[in-house]
């Protein structure tokens, strides 16, 4: 596990992401259950970034569509750079121009457990199973990879709820859309930060009194169109 790609593609007199510890990647030194966080990203794609805390590190996948509590349903999983451990507290915007540039919201945070014994060993092999203990996500998951294992490309994963008493067909992304540090939506966090709301706001879902609105607005426009 090594930072150096994180802290090759950022800039940190810029970015106010965490540089993390010169000397991390040394294990968990407090000997605590280790953090897995979600962290929803509004750069140039909406996606949610999953995080696992492993070997003072954090392995890291962008999930496009967000995680599924929908065992039929397998979300893309494409696996980037170990972040620092101290990313799963990162809360706020990256400048524009920067890489990831965009609204960062920790979406979920909690303690993961591994179902087997390895670690290494699983994602050697490209499949890892794991309980989640988070505020919105829980119970077993799993992280298949599918694609660019022994290449150089990214490797894809899928992550997959498993069958168990919180598997269900709710849409957890539109269901629970605020953070679990701050109860802040994208939008909310752009604004704290002096940063761009309109463009943060469009990963949060639509208010109901706005879809009226253009509704509206689209019906008065087809109206004096004829
Ligand atoms: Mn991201």
């Not at 965490?18 to 979600?38: E, R, T, Y």
């Not at 920067?98 to 014994?117: F, S």
């Not at 996500?137 to 994963?157: A, D, E, N, Q, Y």
């Not at 909310?188 to 469009?202: F, L, M, P, S």
Request: hydrophobic letters at 30%; charged letters at 25%; aromatic letters at 8%.
């Amino acid at each position: 596990m090594s930072l150096k790609t994180y802290r090759e593609k950022r800039n940190f007199r810029i970015s106010p992401e965490p540089q993390g510890d010169p000397n991390g990647g040394a294990g968990n030194k407090s000997g605590s259950a280790p953090i897995f966080v979600v962290q929803k990203h509004r750069a140039t794609q909406l996606h949610y970034d999953f995080r696992l805390e492993h070997n003072g590190t954090l392995l890291s996948w962008a999930v496009p569509k967000g995680p599924s509590l929908d065992p039929s349903v397998k979300r893309l999983a494409m696996q980037v750079e170990d972040h620092p451990i101290e990313y799963a507290q990162f809360e706020g915007t990256i400048p524009k121009g920067e890489y990831g540039g965009g609204t960062v919201m920790v979406w979920d945070i909690g303690t993961w457990t591994p179902e087997q014994p390895d670690v290494d060993a699983a994602l050697k092999k490209g499949d890892l199973k794991f309980t989640l203990h988070g505020k919105k996500l829980r119970g077993s998951w799993v992280l298949v990879r599918t694609r660019g294992f022994g290449s150089s490309s990214k490797p894809t994963w899928l992550l997959i709820k498993h069958r168990d008493k919180y598997a269900c067909e709710v849409d957890i992304t539109a269901t629970k859309p605020k953070s679990a540090l701050s109860g802040k939506l994208l939008a909310e966090i752009a604004k704290a930060h002096g940063e761009d709301v309109e463009e943060a706001a469009t990963g949060d879902p639509a208010p109901a009194s706005g879809k009226t609105k253009k509704k509206t607005a689209g019906k008065k426009a087809a109206a004096s169109s004829r």
